[in-house]
Structures are given as C-alpha cells and as structure tokens.
C-alpha cells in the first residue's frame, strides 16, 4: 500500500510492547500467590518470593516456551509442607532449612533427569491420576487454608477427614472480623471471573491493605515481616537416617512438578504449533530450583494458571517473563511495607480461588462416559483424601500402574477370518460376516506379549488348536508385539514345539522388524527365516496354501 493510505493506516503492535504489556499485567497476580504459596509450604513468605525470582529469570534464559511461567505451585507447595513436617516436625526454622535442601536436591533431579534425557518422565504420572490427584489436592489446600479464613487454629497434616473435623469443633472460636474480610475477598475475587479486565487478586489486596489497620485492630493477622536480604547459603544436609526420605521426596516433586509444567508446556505450544523441548525444560526447571533452594526459596514449576494467564495477556515470547520479574522486584522494592500489611484471611482467599478451577467435576466426564480409569481417577481423589499429599499421589501412581499391568497381563486371543471376499482379516467374534479358512487357523493375541501373559496368551491358543479339526497351519500375527522379553520368547518356541509334534506348520505375520531380528538371531527350528517374510496375513495365508502339507504323527503320550 502507497500513499496517503500508508501513512493513516494503524501501525502493528511491536512484539516486544506486547510482551511488556504482558509481564507487567501478570506481575500482579503472580505476587500475592507467591505470599500465599509460602503458608500453603507452612514457609516464611520470602520463600515464595525468592521462587518466583528464581523461575521467572532461569526459565526465560534456559527455558524453551514461549508461554511458560515458571513459579511456586500449589501442588509443590503442598506436597513440601507434608515432607519437611514429616521430616523436621513443627518447629519453623528446622522446617525451613530442610525445604531449602529438598528444593536443591529436586533441582538435582531434574538436571540428572535432562542429563539422561528422560523428557518422557512425566508420563509415569497417567492423565486420569493427575486429575485425580488434582482434584483431591484442592480440597486438601481448600481446608487447610479454612482455619486462615476464619481465624481459628489451624490443624497440622493433611488427612482430610481430620482436618474437615478439627475445623468443625474450631467454629465456636471464629473471629467475625477474620472470617468477614475472608469470605468479603473470596467473593469478590468470584465476582471479578465474570468481569474482564479487572484483576480480581489485586483489587482484593488493595482493599485489604486499605484496611488493614483497622482490621489489625480488631485481630486479624497480617503477613507480618518479609525479610528479601539474599542468604546465600547451602542448605544443610539430611542426617544419616534422612537420606532415603529426602531423596524419595525430591523424586516425589521432580514427578509432581514436571507433570504439572510439561501439562501447561505442551498444551500452550500445541495451541500455537510450536515445538517441545522436553530435555531442555528439564534442564531449565533443575537450574531454577538449585538457585531457588540456594537462597532457601520453594520449589517451582509451570503452573498451568499462570501460563494461562500469561497467553491471555498476549505474550509472543520468554521477554514477558522477565519482565514480569523485574516488575515484580520493583513492587518489592517500592511497596514491600505494603505488601507486609496484606491481611491473612485475603491470602486465604487468593489461594482457595486459585485452586477452585480444580474443583470442576466435568474433567471426570469423559472416563465416566468412556468407561475407561474411571476407578483410577476415583482411587487418586480417595487416596489424597484419606492417606496425604505424597502418599495419596504415590499410591496413585502405583495403582494406575497396577491397573496397566492387570489390563496387559489378562491374556486376550482373537481368531481372524477373512471379511468377505476381501483381503482384510478380522476378529470373527466381533464381525459375524468373517469366516475361517479351511485347515488354517489365524491367531491375534490383543496384547503385547510379555512376561506377565506369554504362557496364558499361548494357553488360549493351544486350547483354540485342540478345538479345530484337520489343521495343518497355525498363524499368530504379532501385530500387538512391538518386542518380545525372554519369557515371551520361550513361550512361543515351546508353542511351536507343540504344534510340531502334531504335524502342524506354525508361521508369524505382522511381524515388527525389532522382533524379526530378535527372532532370526533365536533361530528356531519352527520358524526358520522364510517363515518371518510374512507383512501380512494375507501373505501368510497365501503361502501356506502353496506350501506342502505335512504328514501329522500321532501324538504320543509325552506330546499331550
């Protein structure tokens, strides 16, 4: 375009003013979640802080998303309240230097974690579990921060039942003005969902801090004394007999934190087709948590709401992340006594809206209406609820594993037949219209063979054998095998020997080239190298028909 049109037409947005725009906008929700994220950690509230610094600036530098805010999380926040009480008991200094070691020691893991590139490690943790595991997460987080609300005493621990009960008889103690500034900041914070543009968490903490001195007054606990002088120092070590739950509770993080970026991560650059460096965020991630458990801050991660909200603010690139830490560093800097004045029931608030989004029962409706880890998803709510944080979400896991290992290991073998005059061959069970082939039976086992179902699977099939009448060939497809372990390998060597011994030709179709190598270098008498040429089953099916029929000996008494 020339001429006058040019010069009125509406100059494009530089991208660098939008990624400011964009740290500036998200710098005032990520600081009270911070300070709120320190008490969920039962940590003094620098170490949010210091979290925060240390994730935005490690992420923006090493990090690979463009959308990714690296902070504090309310899952790891929890999960360390529960390991350094566990650890150290209530006293608040000791707790505190043994988070700083546990965030160092998670730093640890994930540079271990890049260093092997392990970027699929997040997938030990199914999607079911972390819904699960969420779900329970924010009701556990929802009643610990009750008694804040109110002004009660709050209860140690983090089985549910207990603390839905402390909280009960704790009721007659309600400070009025506590829990009215407390249930005042939840509502507002619920009215400004439905109102764009306006930061719900930093009006509420406007307002609160506007009347904190009257508030103060009438007993209502402020955050008291941030404390941002940087002490460096190394943490301490565990003692002799704290080394294995230390080390299993960094692991524990590594998996929490990991699942919870690589979630927001990888959802934000699908959105906008971009790549996923899994190895590198690993990497990106351990740094920011040694720098953070250097300075004694708490472990951080991808948050999904904060990576949320940074692509609503339209950010282009890792820039709004910095900015959004200096923009931060300059409200600490300028309005810290402020920020020390934030009444305790708005942090409440902040942090029981925040993990409300998990409270949506329609992220359950699709295993309901799929019949699938239905059961796992309900054990990850019910194990977080009643057995803790860590165990409930370790327990998850192994029962989500358990599951995969009960639904692989249940030996499941269909019988193909051919669909109509065509070259497809189907389960006959499922597709009436499927008919066998005379003297041929076409064996699938629906699983991958391995350890746990080889012998049942080959059971099955030595059952399906003995029904048939005037068989001369056998073919198993392995299309379901992408490899075979030791157990599964002898197992389809003892089955052909079976076959044999009663004059019945065994051949593989659908044999995947790992397996075929692995099968070749076996070198079994039953199935010498021409017989694993088989692509399909319908090549196999056509060979077998040229092939010279075998005489069948009679089975002896050491063949039945």
């Not at 660098?16 to 600081?31: F, K, P, R």
């Not at 009270?32 to 490690?58: D, H, K, M, T």
């Not at 030990?124 to 779900?135: E, M, S």
């Not at 076996?522 to 028909?545: H, K, N």
Request: glycine content about 8%; charged content about 15%.
């Amino acid at each position: 375009m020339s001429g006058p049109a040019a010069v009125i037409a509406p100059a494009a947005k530089s991208p660098i003013g939008i990624d400011l725009l964009a740290g500036l906008s998200i710098a005032g929700l990520l600081l009270p979640e911070a300070v709120a994220y320190s008490g969920i950690a039962g940590l003094p509230p620098q170490a949010g802080v210091i979290a925060l610094f240390a994730g935005l600036v490690c992420y923006a530098l090493i990090g690979r998303s463009r959308y990714a805010i690296v902070s504090a999380t309310s899952s790891s926040a929890a999960v360390l309240a529960a390991g350094t009480l566990a650890l150290a008991g209530p006293d608040g200094v000791s707790r505190a230097l043994i988070a700083a070691t546990l965030v160092l020691l998670t730093g640890g893991c994930f540079l271990i974690a890049s260093a092997a590139r392990l970027g699929g490690l997040s997938h030990l943790i199914a999607r079911p579990v972390l819904r699960g595991y969420t779900f329970g997460l924010a009701c556990v987080i929802a009643l610990k921060q009750l008694p804040h609300l109110f002004g009660v005493e709050a209860a140690r621990g983090d089985f549910a039942p207990r603390l839905l009960l402390l909280l009960l008889q704790e009721l007659a103690q309600v400070k009025p003005a506590t829990a009215v500034a407390g249930i005042v900041a939840l509502l507002l914070l619920f009215l400004c969902e439905r109102i764009r543009r306006v930061p719900g968490s930093l009006l509420v903490i406007v307002l609160g801090v506007a009347a904190s001195a009257w508030l103060a007054q009438h007993g209502v606990a402020l955050t008291g004394v941030i404390q941002l002088t940087p002490t460096w120092a190394w943490p301490s070590w565990p003692t002799q007999g704290q080394w294995i739950p230390s080390v299993e509770l960094a692991a524990a993080l590594l998996l929490i934190l990991y699942a919870e970026s690589y979630s927001a991560i990888r959802s934000f650059a699908l959105k906008h087709g971009d790549s996923v460096s899994a190895n590198r965020d690993l990497a990106a991630l351990g740094v920011a948590n040694i720098v953070s458990g250097l300075f004694h801050g708490m472990p951080v991660g991808a948050g999904y709401s904060a990576t949320s909200a940074n692509d609503a603010a339209g950010a282009r690139s890792r820039l709004s992340g910095l900015v959004a830490a200096g923009t931060v560093l300059l409200m600490v800097w300028l309005l810290l006594p402020w920020i020390e004045r934030i009444p305790e029931p708005v942090l409440a608030a902040i942090v029981i809206h925040a993990v409300s989004k998990s409270w949506r029962l329609s992220v359950f409706t699709p295993y309901l209406k799929w019949k699938r880890d239905r059961l796992v998803a309900l054990a990850a709510v019910l194990a977080v609820l009643t057995l803790g944080i860590l165990n409930g979400l370790l327990v998850a896991i192994a029962f989500s594993l358990m599951m995969l290992l009960r639904q692989l290991a249940t030996p499941r073998l269909s019988v193909l037949g051919r669909l109509a005059d065509s070259h497809d061959f189907v389960d006959i069970a499922q597709h009436p219209a499927a008919t066998g082939l005379p003297g041929v039976l076409i064996l699938r086992p629906e699983e991958p063979l391995f350890f746990a179902n080889a012998e049942p699977v080959l059971a099955l099939a030595r059952r399906s054998v003995s029904e048939q009448a005037q068989l001369h060939a056998v073919i198993v497809s392995l299309e379901e095998s992408p490899d075979l372990d030791g157990t599964a390998l002898e197992a389809l060597a003892d089955f052909a020997d079976w076959l044999s011994a009663r004059g019945i030709v065994l051949r593989v179709a659908r044999v995947k080239d790992m397996v075929r190598e692995l099968l070749l270098r076996a070198a079994l008498p039953q199935l010498p190298p021409q017989a694993l040429d088989d692509w399909s089953v319908e090549d196999a099916v056509r060979l077998t028909a040229t092939a010279p029929q075998p005489s069948a000996p009679q089975p002896t008494e050491e063949s039945m």
